[in-house]
């Protein structure tokens, strides 16, 4: 059990609909993480927040936002969702900088029908 | 862009042997490199890394050599174990702001 824990584990839904993922981090850590895992791109790094900042940004696309909350748990927010988009969201935590050890939650599985 | 690639999708060995992952980058200005492990449906799990200002790390049974002339690290796993059957990212940073990975090797270790 890394401490990180992503809610919902799975979730299924429609083309051009808007869904939210949620993390909570491990306690102390200030810095949450999301990353994108398909079938075709592999796993790949969207955006990083620290103590309620943006910091780092990958490839993340437009329709995607985070944001981190004053208790430190993050949303990933999709939108107008495309069969594409159907991958695993990782979430992860570290202490603070992308090279410190980051914990990963178990993922949330989402299906774009 | 593939900027770090993991050129073999998968590597078996015997218990007890070395077992030897491999990734290339071309990108001169990633700093930082990093290994991770996956066993399915978890999600990845931190190992090693490693500065660019160095080229050997070492910890317990695993090992990371970076080579920056050829752009090149690898990952040592010695002596193999059973549990150590998982798919392998190498993983490379830049500037401390962005993160890119390689498509993984999936590692058997057979008994």
């Known amino acids: 059990d890394s401490g990180v824990t992503q809610t919902p584990k799975h979730l299924i839904t429609a083309t051009g609909q808007r869904v939210t993922l949620r993390c909570s981090p491990r306690?102390?850590?200030?810095?949450v993480y999301w990353y994108q895992q398909s079938l075709d791109q592999g796993l790949q790094f969207l955006i990083q927040y620290y103590n309620g900042e943006e910091r780092a940004k990958g490839n993340i696309l437009e329709r995607f936002s985070a944001q981190q909350f004053p208790d430190l748990h993050s949303e990933l927010n999709l939108s107008s969702l495309e069969l594409g988009d159907s991958a695993l969201y990782f979430c992860?935590?570290?202490?603070?900088?992308?090279?410190?050890?980051?914990?990963f939650g178990p993922g949330t599985r989402l299906t774009v029908l | 862009d593939q900027q770090v690639k993991q050129n073999s999708p998968s590597l078996s060995v015997q218990e007890g042997r070395i077992s030897i992952l491999n990734c290339d980058y071309t990108?001169?200005?990633?700093?930082?490199f990093l290994w991770y492990k996956k066993y399915p449906a978890e999600g990845p799990t931190f190992l090693i890394s490693i500065s660019s200002i160095k080229d050997k790390n070492e910890d317990g049974r695993f090992t990371v050599f970076l080579n920056k002339s050829a752009k090149h690290l690898s990952l040592h796993i010695v002596p193999s174990q059973p549990g150590d059957s998982a798919v392998y990212f190498c993983a490379a940073i830049v500037n401390n702001n962005d993160m890119r990975f390689g498509a993984g090797t999936r590692l058997t270790v057979k008994p």
């Open positions: 990108n001169s200005m990633f700093d930082y």
């Open positions: 992860a935590s570290s202490v603070d900088r992308l090279e410190d050890t980051q914990y």
């Open positions: 306690s102390g850590d200030l810095s």
